[in-house]
């Protein structure tokens, strides 16, 4: 099971983060919805710019009769992360009598069609969480608002963290978490097979391989000694940084050549070949199975690629404790695994929205507020405030404390953080997946595959 592209966790079967966040891996018909979604977001560009263009950012701050101001929250994840969130908006209400916070929430596979129509008919929520895939797309058509502008505290925010919201339109997104590309380990499958766990401070890919390989020697039949990479961005964003090249550029072209990807899937063959990871049938299943039934989940793979914020959801499917790991590097050094922290999501504002005061209010309780912080807890990532993450300590789950160590240890080692991807990035996934199955089914070679990937990615963003 490959890092979900969101990056967040949920629970099982829920249709969160992206779908939530979902944790669950895309099924085809999910895919084929994100793809309309990113085409919808682009076919409606040039409504959404001509809108924005009248009228200016904010709007007159109009109130009601009473002074009261009603707000709209949307937002994507499942049941679990709309409880939180409403409690979230229950603490903002009550220090705040004359602002109303009405929620509009969905799973992933809906929402990116709906924010599209709604931010071309100038209908957009005030407050909206954003994704990193797509805060370039809206925010250069004008349709996010500068929160820089505003009165929101962001000293106490990671750095790195911070500037992910940002761009040439200003500071357009704050992030409402923060999370790690990592390797969960299953320690039981680790167990059986007699092997074990390496030391993540010093492995290399090699050793991946040949840990990898020896686990699946050892075990069943249908165990594998990890789960295969190919499907995600995050897998392939690690493994360019190792080699001095990038999955975008500040200016936003690829950062990377035919060549480059070709190698990130002459290793994928070699771990199938030694059976390190599954077939290519079914890495195909997999992609398709949702949290629980993960082969992580289920112990069927030592390894996998995940986000850090998902290994509470994962660590219940399983039933057991798992294993945070830092991805090889090529030197065997923990600091050349080239990590960063992403924003998991971002809260982010219409440009068009009558009460910009108010909005920004919000979204600076959102990230600044101990209470907030005491309602959403982990649930969209690690929390970006050092101080509400430090207060809210004492009341996460062990498994949350357990990301919220690793987030820390790794703080030393990371690399710069990378660029925000461009207009069309949210196609770009898609085209990853589909030429992983096209080499692993041996229907294209891996130069073929690179050459063909590419041009359809620079199509994407161009």
Same mark, same amino acid.
């Not at 295969?228 to 001095?244: C, H, K």
């Not at 309602?375 to 690690?382: K, S």
């Given at each position: 099971?490959?890092?979900?592209?969101?990056?967040?966790?949920?629970?099982?079967?829920?249709?969160?983060?992206?779908?939530?966040?979902?944790?669950?891996?895309?099924?085809?018909?999910?895919?084929?919805?994100?793809?309309?979604? !990113?085409?919808?977001?682009?076919?409606?560009?040039?409504?959404?710019?001509?809108?924005?263009?009248?009228?200016?950012?904010?709007?007159?701050?109009?109130?009601?009769?009473?002074?009261?101001?009603?707000?709209?929250?949307?937002?994507?994840?499942?049941?679990?992360?709309?409880?939180?969130?409403?409690?979230?908006?229950?603490?903002?209400?009550?220090?705040?009598?004359?602002?109303?916070?009405?929620?509009?929430?969905?799973?992933?596979? %809906?929402?990116?069609?709906?924010?599209?129509?709604? @931010?071309?008919?100038? /209908?957009?929520?005030?407050?909206?969480?954003?994704?990193?895939? *797509?805060?370039?797309? *809206?925010?250069?058509?004008?349709?996010?608002?500068?929160?820089?502008?505003?009165?929101?505290?962001?000293?106490?925010?990671?750095?790195?963290?911070? #500037?992910?919201?940002?761009?040439?339109?200003?500071?357009?997104?704050?992030?409402? %978490?923060?999370?790690?590309?990592?390797?969960?380990?299953?320690?039981? @499958?680790?167990?059986?097979?007699?092997?074990?766990?390496? /030391?993540?401070?010093?492995?290399?890919?090699?050793?991946? #391989?040949?840990?990898?390989?020896?686990?699946?020697?050892?075990?069943?039949? $249908?165990?594998?000694?990890?789960?295969?990479?190919?499907?995600?961005?995050?897998?392939?964003?690690?493994?360019?940084?190792?080699?001095?090249?990038?999955?975008?550029?500040?200016?936003?072209?690829?950062?990377? #050549?035919?060549?480059?990807?070709?190698?990130?899937?002459? +290793?994928?063959?070699?771990?199938?070949?030694?059976?390190?990871?599954?077939?290519?049938?079914?890495?195909?299943?997999? #992609?398709?199975?949702?949290?629980?039934?993960?082969?992580?989940?289920?112990?069927?793979?030592?390894?996998?690629?995940?986000?850090?914020?998902?290994?509470?959801?994962?660590? &219940?499917?399983?039933?057991?404790?798992?294993?945070?790991?830092?991805?090889?590097?090529?030197?065997?050094?923990?600091?050349?695994?080239?990590?960063?922290?992403?924003? !998991?999501? +971002?809260?982010?504002?219409?440009?068009?929205? &009558?009460?910009?005061?108010?909005?920004?209010?919000?979204?600076?309780?959102?990230?600044?507020?101990?209470?907030?912080?005491?309602?959403?807890?982990?649930?969209?990532?690690?929390?970006?405030?050092?101080?509400?993450?430090?207060?809210?300590?004492? &009341?996460?789950?062990?498994?949350?404390?357990?990301?919220?160590? +690793?987030?820390?240890?790794?703080?030393?080692?990371?690399?710069?953080?990378?660029?925000?991807?461009?207009?069309?990035?949210?196609?770009?996934?898609?085209?990853?997946?589909?030429?992983?199955?096209?080499?692993?089914?041996?229907?294209?070679?891996?130069?073929?595959? $690179?050459?063909?990937?590419?041009?359809?990615?620079?199509?994407?963003?161009?």
């Amino acid at each position: 099971m490959p890092v979900h592209p969101k990056g967040e966790a949920v629970a099982p079967g829920a249709g969160a983060t992206a779908s939530a966040p979902t944790a669950q891996a895309p099924t085809a018909q999910r895919r084929k919805r994100r793809v309309r979604a !990113s085409a919808l977001v682009a076919a409606t560009a040039a409504a959404v710019l001509a809108l924005t263009a009248c009228g200016g950012g904010g709007g007159s701050d109009a109130k009601s009769a009473d002074g009261k101001v009603e707000l709209r929250f949307a937002w994507w994840g499942g049941d679990k992360r709309a409880q939180v969130t409403q409690a979230a908006i229950a603490a903002f209400e009550a220090e705040n009598p004359n602002i109303k916070i009405k929620p509009e929430y969905g799973d992933w596979s %809906g929402y990116w069609d709906k924010l599209a129509t709604q @931010v071309a008919a100038n /209908d957009a929520p005030d407050i909206i969480q954003m994704d990193e895939k *797509y805060i370039t797309e *809206y925010s250069t058509r004008g349709a996010l608002l500068d929160l820089s502008k505003y009165q929101i505290d962001t000293s106490k925010l990671d750095e790195a963290a911070l #500037e992910a919201g940002k761009g040439e339109k200003g500071l357009t997104g704050i992030a409402a %978490g923060i999370n790690a590309a990592t390797i969960l380990a299953n320690p039981a @499958v680790f167990q059986a097979a007699g092997v074990a766990i390496p /030391d993540d401070k010093t492995w290399t890919w090699e050793d991946f #391989e040949r840990v990898a390989a020896e686990v699946t020697a050892k075990s069943p039949k $249908g165990t594998y000694g990890a789960a295969a990479y190919g499907t995600d961005e995050a897998s392939l964003g690690v493994w360019l940084r190792q080699n001095g090249k990038s999955l975008y550029t500040e200016d936003g072209k690829l950062g990377f #050549e035919p060549s480059d990807i070709a190698e990130w899937w002459g +290793f994928l063959k070699e771990l199938s070949e030694k059976k390190a990871v599954p077939s290519a049938s079914e890495v195909v299943e997999a #992609e398709a199975a949702p949290l629980d039934q993960s082969g992580l989940a289920t112990g069927k793979n030592g390894l996998a690629f995940w986000w850090s914020n998902q290994l509470p959801a994962l660590e &219940k499917a399983a039933g057991g404790e798992l294993q945070i790991l830092r991805f090889p590097s090529k030197t065997g050094k923990a600091e050349d695994a080239k990590l960063w922290y992403k924003a !998991s999501q +971002f809260w982010s504002a219409s440009s068009r929205t &009558k009460h910009p005061e108010e909005t920004a209010k919000f979204i600076d309780f959102l990230t600044n507020n101990v209470k907030a912080g005491e309602a959403l807890l982990a649930d969209r990532g690690v929390y970006p405030n050092s101080e509400v993450r430090e207060a809210i300590a004492p &009341k996460l789950a062990k498994a949350d404390v357990k990301v919220v160590s +690793f987030i820390d240890g790794i703080k030393g080692e990371l690399g710069d953080a990378p660029a925000a991807p461009p207009k069309g990035a949210g196609a770009i996934q898609e085209i990853i997946k589909r030429y992983t199955s096209e080499v692993l089914f041996n229907r294209l070679s891996t130069e073929e595959a $690179g050459k063909k990937a590419v041009d359809e990615m620079k199509s994407a963003i161009s």
